[in-house]
């Protein structure tokens, strides 16, 4: 069994509280740097081409040293960020075996004499398409090199840094994410979820929270939709995973409408479409909720001119917006249930679209104003 740093149990408490902490990691690598008998510590983010250090976290370090460090992109002569960037995420291990073979310039060279530096324990955190996120606790002359039972007992940490920083990364992502998107839906006059490729909400603009509040219907619960329906709640877990899917490129363009009831109202309209996945989502869906009692649907005359159907083919669209269903249609318009399902098949066959939900999607992003 590894060997156990003494304040282990309150090091963990520490490093997860980095995740909701104002200065980040800066108190967990202090309390670290102090229990392995360090003198510095430093939690970098690095971009690996070209090579620059992108953030930082950093105990034991002035401000004078920074600045210049930072000024002479001296990570580029860095032994450790060096071969961090080439390896995968693992273990702790000493800088002392890489030394040998390192050739730093006279600057690097000052800079480690003028600070006493001997050893550094080193950890690859984590690392991306683009980046990669090192650990390093650094030692002096008059510390010593770390023994293995140190680095054996400094790995009994890892596996909780390296799940605090995936939780960091993700939180920090969301809150860019929400805070990119909410300048764009905020805007809107219309109820707008953004959900993220988990399928939970992670944005909404104040008319969909004001939605949230006077409809019983629905709810916001462990940042979720939970419908009062079930079948509802069924297909909305079943449309969101594929628009997610579709999102991410996964599948094809994947977009789809649910309606919700309520009692001796016209329906709410769940439109549910892909965000095409960047540096801020993995992928997504952008829920864009209707009320027909306070919008103007699209009429039929305005959906025959723009998806140029019949007269008779844009009377039943202009019904499925509205929420009813085939043999509904059939009755409203004194039409037989197989002639409607006749002229939806003509349909999508003029708007490519395969599926009902899709059909009315489309016909609300094209004319809805």
Known sequence: MAPVLQNEPDLLQTLYRSLTHQEGFHAFLEKLTGAINGCAAQLLVIHRQPLRMEHLWYHGLSEEFLDWY????MIAQDVVSNQAIKQAPG????ALPLLPDFQPDADYSKWENEQ???????????STRTHTFVLTIQRTVGQGPYQQAELNALNRLVPHIRQTVQL??????????????????????DATFVLDSLATVLY???????????????????????????DVQAAFFRTSAQVVRSSMGKEGYYSETLFLKRAGRTPLIFVIRPIESS????????VSVYEPDNR??????????????????????????????????????GRGVSTVRTQIKHIFQKTGCSRQGELISRILAALLR
């Open 91 to 94: 273990l702790f291990q000493s």
């Open 168 to 189: 960091y990364r993700q939180l920090e992502t969301r809150s860019k994410a929400a805070s990119s998107l909410s300048a764009v839906i905020d805007v809107l006059p």
């Open 279 to 286: 540096e801020l989502l993995a992928g997504g869906a952008l």
């Open 116 to 126: 006493d530096m001997l050893d550094s324990a080193w950890l690859v955190v984590d």
């Open 70 to 73: 930072l000024e002479n992109n």
């Open 296 to 333: 103007l649907l699209p009429s039929a005359e305005h959906i025959a001119t723009y998806f140029d159907l019949t007269r008779a083919e844009a009377q039943v669209c202009e019904r499925l917006v509205a929420g009813h269903d085939v043999q509904t249609i059939a009755g409203q318009l």
């Open 204 to 230: 909404s603009n104040k008319a969909a929270r004001a939605l949230i509040n006077r409809e019983r219907c629905l709810r916001i619960r462990d940042e979720r939709f939970n419908f009062a329906e079930e």
